[in-house]
């Protein structure tokens, strides 16, 4: 599970309220407490570094613009994770619009899957493996990129960040129920996908 | 049991997600511990949920390091151009670049340079890289840097640097066995490794080092490293730091052709802002004497970018105030 990023609590307040006092330096800092979780959680969602670069930016700019609305309702990572989940959704239901697939460019040497020349935490083993293991990430990249923008979106939060259904309910405006329900769509329909491998 | 699917089972496999989530209720859990405890089929079926679950894993992706900082650089550099969010109590800026300063500084330099805010400075860096040898460096003439005798220092390397508190700096160096050096930034040999060592292939020894040579940019062979520093640095913030211990010299001929080269190369936009600001700000500030001296090749790019390339509102604006402060036009012609 990732750890969930961010500074402590007492110095985030602190942070928090030195940056909408104008502090500056602040600001900086919570930025870089949260934004590599930021541009994890969008370039695994979107696979494609420039989508994610978009989604940082333009996230990052909501916060500095909106700060002052900020009332501590809830916490600074629930807060910013809706503004960077807001912008994922609306860039997944783009593609879907548009039934984009933004993930694969034509090269010289044929179709490519952009997502296979990333960086991945890869198994690497005995060559019977790695074809299997290959053959599998490849199907788990489909799967994924078939189920509706939420469920990928609930995937990703609980699988990859390691946040909790409470949370994520909390950061997508539903219940934890909800969020549990999309959960188990999102499982039901990836098992079914993958039954031939598992 | 029989390992057939019956009803139990069927709500047992519905529930294994969550349970390896950890999202079941205490209730839940109990339920299908139970039926785990019985039932060897439904022990497979949480094996091959594992397995599944790790092969999730092996799709993830890590954005690299150099995204991150080229994500930190542009919203470092769209930061600058935004108004103060509006109902802050907006802390005032002793100069126009003074929350930008400490926003480059922050997001753009390795995270091992990341010090507590007051905290003395103090360098923590691994190991080393430049090898202090005399000799003339690219970029630097016939000046006191290039002149300096390291010969007694032999072969070395610079592994860290730290201000004491008297003001002198406590530089360990690496050699054929590690020896010590304390001394003031004036002092000769002080000067002479520091300005070897912005040459380290280690970026936040060379951030460090640039900084504490923006003091003492008065010296014309720190100013010349400082000079190579912004043409040559790999690292975005450690040529930040440079510009900034050159914005007093923006008269002199050599810095001003550096900030044009920025201009018209740099490929951090960052680096582009802060350079078209300091000429702005140097011009604005000359004599009519010097204002007298065309310095044709800075008005060449700064047409050119008028015309041609720039697109930021921006560094358009920026190019034209100084274009009208040399008096020349915004054409080409």
Known sequence: MAPKPGVQQMDETALIKAAQAGDQDAFGQLVRAYDQSVLRLAMNLLRSPEDAQDIYQEAFLRVYRNLNNFRFDCSFHTWLYRIVTNLCLDQLRKRKVRKEEPTVITTAEGVLDRADTLAEARADGDPQRSLYSGQLRRKIKDVLSGLTPRERMVFEMRHYQGLRLRNIGEILGTSEEAAKNCLFRANQKMRAALGEFV | ?333
């Not at chain 2, 949920?49 to 690299?64: C, G, H, I, N």
Request: hydrophobic residues 45%.
């Open chain 2, 1 to 333: 049991m029989n390992g057939e699917l019956d009803q139990n089972c069927v709500a047992t496999r519905e529930q294994l997600p969550m349970l390896l989530y950890g999202e079941l209720s205490f209730d839940e859990e109990e339920t299908v511990e139970s039926h785990l405890d019985d039932c060897a089929a439904c022990r497979s079926a949480l094996e091959r949920e594992r397995e599944l679950s790790t092969a999730f894993d092996q799709v993830a992706v890590e954005p690299s390091r150099a995204l991150l900082q080229a994500c930190r650089e542009d919203l470092a550099a769209r930061l600058a151009l935004e108004p103060a969010p509006s109902g802050a109590a907006h802390i005032e800026k002793e100069t126009v670049h003074t929350w930008w300063d400490k926003f480059i500084e922050l997001v753009t330099m390795p995270t091992a340079m990341m010090r507590p805010a007051g905290a003395l400075a103090l360098l923590a860096i691994g190991f080393i890289g430049a090898r202090v040898t005399p000799g003339v460096l690219p970029g630097f003439g016939g000046d006191s840097w290039s002149q300096a005798s390291l010969a007694n220092l032999g072969t070395s390397r610079v592994r860290s640097v730290e201000p004491a508190a008297d003001g002198t700096l406590h530089i360990v160096l690496d050699e054929t066995r590690q020896r010590t050096i304390d001394g003031a930034i004036d002092d000769a040999e002080v000067r002479s490794l520091l300005l070897a060592a912005t040459k380290d292939p280690v970026d936040g020894l060379r951030g460090e080092i640039v900084a504490l040579l923006t003091k003492q940019a008065q010296a014309l062979d720190v100013r010349n490293a400082l000079v190579y520093t912004i043409r040559n640095d790999q690292n975005a913030g450690v040529r930040l730091k440079a510009l900034d211990g050159l914005q007093a010299f923006i008269g002199e001929d050599e810095v001003r052709g550096a900030l044009t080269d920025v201009l018209a190369a740099d490929g951090n936009p960052a680096m582009r802002i802060r350079a078209v600001d300091l000429l702005v700000q140097g011009l604005s500030q000359q004599n009519q004497q010097q204002a007298q001296v065309v310095d044709r090749r800075m008005i060449g790019v700064l047409q050119e970018l008028m015309n041609r390339q720039e697109e930021n509102p921006y560094m358009r604006e920026r190019c034209q105030r100084a274009l009208e402060l040399v008096k020349a036009s915004a054409e080409l012609f």
